[in-house]
Structure formats: C-alpha cells, structure tokens
C-alpha cells in the first residue's frame, strides 16, 4: 500500500503515513475464538473403525475442499465439482459449532431411511477449540432420541464408551458464549432490542449456500431449512457493527430510539386501511341516523 503525502504546512495539515495491512494476528489474539480443527462422521455408536465414515482434519487458516478432476470429457470435468459434497460439509461444520441442524429436510430424512442410508444412528464428531481449550463435540446425525454432547479436554482418539454421553453440550454453549462475547461492552442489537447470541453471530460467519451472495447482509435462505431466528435488517447492520467495534454507547442509544420510532411507523402505516375502513362506516352509520351528510375528518 502507497504512502499518503500531504504538503507540509504547520498547524493546518499533519503529514499522514498510512501502514501496510499486516496479517498477523494482533496481540491477545494468537488464534481464532472458535475454530474446528476435525470433523469425522460415523455411520453407528460407537466410533469404531467398522462404523468410520470418513474423517477430516482442518487447520488454522485457508482450507480448500476440492473434487478430482474426472478423466471424461470436458463438460464431464467442468460438473466433477458438483454434488461433491462441499455444502454439506460446510452445513456439518456449522452443525459441530452449534447450528440448529446438519442440512436440508431431504437430506436429514435421507439420513433417517434405513434403505437408502442405514445410517439412523449416524453422528457427527469434531474437535472444536474454543478459547485455546479442546472440546469433542457429538451431534446426532439420526432422530431415535440421542442427545448432543460435549467434554472439554477429549478427543476423537479416545476410548468411547458403549453408549454415548448425554451432558456436557450446555457446558460447551456456555464456553463459546464467554469465549466470544465475553469482553462485549454493547450486547443488544438496537433494532428489536434482544441480546446478541451465537446463533445471529453464525449466521454472519458461515451464510446458507443458496444465499450466494445476493447481499452484504442476506446470510440465510428459506431453502436452506436453516430453522435459525431471522434477524431484521436494521440488527443485520448493528450485529456487524458491534462485532467490528465500530459503536459507541451514545450512538447505540440513538440507533435504538430510531428503531423504535421505525417500528411505530411501520406499525401505524399497518393499521392505516383498518382505521380508514371504521371511519367510513362510522361515518356511514352518522348520515344515516342523522339523514344529512357528515363532513369528512380530514376536511
């Protein structure tokens, strides 16, 4: 990046310098709040080599997800990528970090029917880090009453008991919640006033695949079977604001009055046609008790 160079010329122009952008990671930050450094899925309980379906190890930085190249013809190689995987790898991710679910209806149900899958009792595993501290996470990947876990300080190479864990998953939501807001001054998003939470955090960070991106703020997509809250658009653009610091407490303040006032107007705007429509009758039922007309109130 180019140096900014202004004319010297005391007590009206400070001579600036901008800094070159660096990518190292500012002090206190050595790594990510949260990040999954293995996701595995098995197809049964327990995780055991004859139930493995496969494994992937992660790292801190730039992971590529690719398909290999088919040796057909070109058109053939141009769609290799496709249908891979890569989404329901990335729904998996947001699964092991706390999602609401692991992909579309189809896809869950297709989980679920024993005569295409088998994998009714299937989970899904990841070694999350959260605040520098290891955590296994278990999810269900199947609908026959297991429960999600969570223990800090395990991992996939350990021996797993013949029957999954049912404690410890609160205990993980808690950590990440600490991990990530923990040093928030300003926590509630001005346009409905509710408390920031992971879940409209996640939705920032990891967007539906069928949002594309369609909008700076357009995370979640109906298709998608996200079953996540939506946010409004004004708490869309104070969630990014907030994450990025770039609020102050009397700017917050301001930005929720504003809110508020928006939503009285749109509340008022909404009862407008109901208030016209008993005026007219109202005024219908006065002409004829009094047979003569009556003045409009807007006259």
Same mark, same amino acid.
């Given at each position: 990046?180019?140096? %900014?160079?202004?004319?010297?010329?005391?007590?009206? %122009?400070?001579? !600036?310098?901008?800094?070159?952008?660096?990518?190292?990671?500012?002090?206190?930050?050595?790594?990510?709040?949260?990040? @999954?450094? !293995?996701?595995?899925?098995?197809?049964?309980?327990?995780?055991?080599?004859?139930?493995?379906?496969?494994?992937?190890?992660?790292?801190?930085?730039?992971?590529?997800?690719?398909?290999?190249?088919?040796?057909?013809?070109?058109?053939?190689?141009?769609?290799?990528? +496709?249908?891979?995987?890569? !989404?329901?790898?990335?729904?998996? *991710?947001?699964?092991? %970090? &706390?999602?609401?679910? #692991?992909?579309?209806?189809?896809?869950?149900?297709?989980?679920? &029917? !024993?005569?295409?899958?088998?994998?009714?009792?299937?989970?899904?595993?990841?070694? %999350?880090?959260?605040?520098?501290?290891?955590?296994?996470?278990?999810?269900?990947?199947?609908?026959?009453?297991?429960?999600? #876990?969570?223990?800090?300080?395990?991992?996939?190479?350990?021996?797993?008991?013949?029957?999954?864990?049912?404690?410890?998953?609160?205990?993980?939501?808690?950590?990440?919640?600490?991990?990530?807001?923990? $040093?928030? $001054? *300003?926590? +509630?998003?001005?346009?409905?006033?509710? =408390?920031?939470?992971?879940?409209?955090?996640?939705?920032?960070?990891?967007?539906?695949?069928?949002?594309?991106?369609?909008?700076?703020?357009?995370?979640?997509?109906?298709?998608?079977?996200?079953?996540?809250?939506?946010?409004?658009?004004?708490?869309?653009?104070? *969630?990014?604001?907030?994450? *990025?610091?770039? @609020?102050?407490?009397?700017?917050?303040? @301001?930005?929720?009055?504003?809110?508020? =006032?928006?939503?009285?107007?749109?509340?008022? @705007?909404?009862?407008?046609? $109901?208030?016209? #429509?008993?005026? $007219?009758?109202?005024?219908? =039922?006065?002409?004829?008790?009094?047979?003569?007309?009556?003045?409009?109130?807007?006259?």
């Amino acid at each position: 990046m180019s140096q %900014v160079n202004s004319p010297d010329l005391p007590g009206i %122009v400070v001579k !600036t310098v901008e800094i070159p952008p660096s990518l190292k990671p500012a002090a206190g930050h050595e790594q990510p709040a949260i990040w @999954v450094k !293995t996701l595995a899925i098995y197809s049964d309980w327990p995780p055991t080599e004859a139930t493995f379906l496969r494994r992937m190890n992660l790292h801190r930085g730039l992971n590529i997800l690719w398909a290999k190249p088919s040796d057909g013809t070109s058109a053939e190689t141009k769609l290799a990528g +496709h249908g891979a995987g890569k !989404t329901t790898f990335c729904r998996m *991710l947001r699964y092991i %970090v &706390d999602d609401a679910n #692991f992909g579309t209806k189809e896809l869950r149900e297709a989980f679920n &029917d !024993t005569e295409q899958s088998g994998y009714r009792n299937g989970w899904a595993l990841g070694e %999350v880090m959260v605040g520098g501290e290891q955590w296994l996470v278990g999810r269900p990947l199947g609908h026959v009453g297991y429960q999600s #876990f969570a223990k800090k300080g395990a991992s996939l190479d350990d021996v797993f008991p013949d029957h999954p864990s049912t404690t410890g998953y609160e205990d993980y939501r808690a950590a990440i919640d600490s991990t990530v807001f923990g $040093k928030m $001054k *300003l926590r +509630h998003l001005s346009g409905s006033g509710q =408390k920031l939470i992971w879940e409209n955090l996640l939705g920032w960070l990891a967007r539906d695949q069928e949002a594309h991106y369609s909008g700076l703020l357009e995370w979640r997509h109906p298709d998608s079977d996200h079953q996540t809250d939506v946010l409004l658009q004004p708490d869309k653009e104070n *969630l990014v604001r907030l994450v *990025l610091g770039l @609020v102050n407490p009397d700017e917050q303040e @301001v930005l929720r009055k504003h809110a508020k =006032k928006a939503a009285e107007h749109e509340e008022g @705007v909404r009862e407008k046609p $109901k208030i016209d #429509f008993w005026v $007219k009758r109202s005024r219908a =039922k006065l002409e004829a008790m009094l047979d003569r007309k009556v003045a409009d109130p807007r006259d």
